[in-house]
């Protein structure tokens, strides 16, 4: 964070050593709000409706009312990016704001908004070029996955345990089902046909997920949104995961075996393709 030069946080823009939240703050407490985190390509916030509907629907299920309009988002983004170049990503973060430690929520009180722009940190080509590995483990998350909290404690526990298994990501597997990853959504192929998790309580709506599956309609690629058991991974043709920051990946070995032939797929190649003809689109301003 060397480069910051500044940081947004309840209406002003200042340098990070200058930015204080207090101790009390119950996303600090309790963990008790979201986040969002999206990409910008060419100098444009990439799906950006489509990030603060979810900012939205995250906001309304923790009954907290969303501080700004499209238009204010879209002004402190505006001004973060303008410190930068290149590609770059914006985090924000909305919690519930500061009051006397107590589970129940304090009534009249005023949310606590911090977001930041930093350059967007791609994944290594050889991530592309071989695949990355993965294990699955138990999903020990909670019941409302779908909020974008910022309490990640069991996300991060999770990917650890991908990590120090030389993973760079964990599956996640409930009741014998597949969710998704710890910070990512997932995709199999069989026999030429995408198949990913439906959306529910126990899955992030994901961006990325949502275009993969927008563009595999648009094209012609057969495309289910069904449950996916943890057997369909072993038999699967090829496996991805999905998300803002690492888009499309290719998994190409789960707890240690190959993944079909142990490449990168001919439906990885093509999807790829697809989603970066989608993102040139995008950044001549012929797509939204």
């Not at 204080?20 to 709000?33: A, H, M, P, T, Y």
């Not at 120090?164 to 910070?183: H, N, P, S, Y």
């Not at 990885?268 to 393709?273: L, N, Q, S, V």
Request: hydrophobic letters at 45%.
């Amino acid at each position: 964070m060397a480069n910051l030069t500044q940081v947004y946080l309840n209406g002003e823009f200042l340098p990070p050593d200058q930015a204080r939240v207090s101790v009390f703050d119950r996303g600090f407490i309790f963990g008790d709000g979201v986040y969002e985190v999206i990409p910008v390509f060419g100098g444009r916030l990439f799906r950006l409706s489509h990030h603060l509907a979810r900012l939205d629907a995250s906001l309304s299920a923790i009954r907290l009312r969303n501080p700004h309009t499209p238009m204010e988002w879209n002004d402190i983004f505006t001004r973060l990016l303008a410190a930068g170049s290149g590609d770059q990503s914006i985090y924000l973060q909305v919690t519930r704001g500061v009051a006397p430690r107590d589970h129940a929520f304090p009534p009249n009180i005023t949310p606590t908004v911090f977001a930041y722009a930093q350059p967007l940190k791609y994944s290594p080509p050889e991530h592309l070029a071989q695949g990355v590995a993965a294990v699955t483990t138990a999903d020990i998350r909670w019941q409302r996955c779908d909020i974008k909290a910022i309490a990640l404690l069991a996300n991060a526990l999770l990917r650890q345990q991908a990590i120090d298994q030389g993973a760079a990501e964990a599956i996640l597997v409930r009741d014998g089902v597949v969710t998704e990853g710890a910070a990512s959504n997932i995709f199999i192929v069989k026999n030429g046909r995408l198949v990913t998790a439906p959306k529910g309580p126990f899955i992030l709506p994901g961006i990325t997920r949502d275009l993969v599956v927008e563009i595999a309609h648009a094209k012609g690629i057969p495309c289910d949104e069904l449950p996916v058991k943890i057997e369909m991974l072993s038999s699967a043709d090829e496996v991805w995961l999905t998300s803002s920051t690492k888009e499309i990946l290719p998994i190409t070995r789960i707890d240690g075996k190959p993944v079909g032939d142990g490449k990168p797929g001919p439906m990885h190649a093509k999807m790829f393709a697809l989603y970066k003809e989608y993102k040139q689109a995008f950044i001549r301003g012929q797509v939204n």
